[in-house]
């Protein structure tokens, strides 16, 4: 290899174009009918997806909305949760957590991930219910479902929900069973990026609650279930066609996509055995982690990224500021030692290149150059 490096081509964080060309013949002819036909918004095709979605996530009800952040305000207003109502949420996560729990008027209630999973961590749960506590958000965070169990077992008896962020978790499993039905109701997103994106904005709730399926189809369309009478005051959050039509087309394949990128994930966890700062650790046989991403823990990041970067390597950063240090949040009165997990990962965790058509070969060059450059990686 040498210093052949300056002349290879560039590896990406993210490149979707290998799914763009397996689907591309398919999602023009589907355009061009779907145009002719102006049937824009809702429709058929909509209906369509809605029903493949709720089967493949084991869940008895879909609702196709505008985006995930959608997907969450328009559910948890559905529950009803709104003002003087808390809803706990990690603080390493995508902000649209708190953007919806705030638009529902209720409080955000910021609380510690797992060392392990880097997902919510229940024991930082059970120190911050209170009486007003309405739900806690399990993020299924980079594709490995929240430990939900733990979860359960510190809320017991009292009436507090879980809500799930699978915005990141599209066929991940948890016990054998998907997510996306495992709690009150399931936020997905099908931004480009996702396991499985669109081609622009898009998002949907999954419950097996059939009232509260019923009053986020009402909520994301004006609060009307029969034309111009508004029995709620809702949204304009409806998913259009050309998403649905190219989202179906996808979902077709998302399995098959799932699996590259946990033989992806595998090949990793190979070339860069004996490095100790692979995150999360390796779930159970019956949890199948779908790698939204794939993360390390370097102590000189800055540093390691310039590295990859000069070998032609992109990384990301998921995420460099947790909820609790976000300027807007100051309010809440939050002190980085008073989350001390999320606090110092934020500043570790680095993502490397993931995406299902991310080919053996480039893999084992990602692992060539985090070997030979380890800046700051415990061994
Ligand atoms: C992407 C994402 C969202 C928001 O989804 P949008 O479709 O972008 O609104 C929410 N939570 C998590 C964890 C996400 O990754």
Known sequence: MGTAHTTMSTISQLDISGQQAEIWDDAQAFIERAAASGAFVGGAEVLSFEEEYAAYCEAAHAVGVGS???ALHLGMLAMGIGPGDEVIVPSNTFFADVEAIVACG??????????HDLNIDPASVAGAITP????VIAVHLYGRAADLEGLRAVIGTRAIAIVEDACQAHGARLAGRRVGGLGTFAAFSFYPSKNLGGWGEGGMVTTDDADLAEAVASLRAHGERTRYLHERIGLNERLDAIQAGVLRLK????????????????????????????LPAESDPGDAHVYHHFILRVAERDRFRELLSADGIGTGLHYPLPLHMQPSLVHLGLAPG???VAQRLSGEIVSLPMYPHLSHGDVDRVCESVRRHAVGIER
């Open 132 to 135: 007003r506590t309405r739900a």
């Open 251 to 278: 979902l077709r394949r998302l399995d098959d996509w799932n699996r590259r990128r946990q033989a992806i994930a595998a090949r990793y966890r190979e070339g860069l055995a004996g490095c100790e700062a692979i």
């Open 68 to 70: 995930g952040t959608a």
């Open 106 to 115: 209720a409080t955000p209630v910021i609380v510690d991930i797992g060392e």
């Open 338 to 340: 008073d989350l001390p």
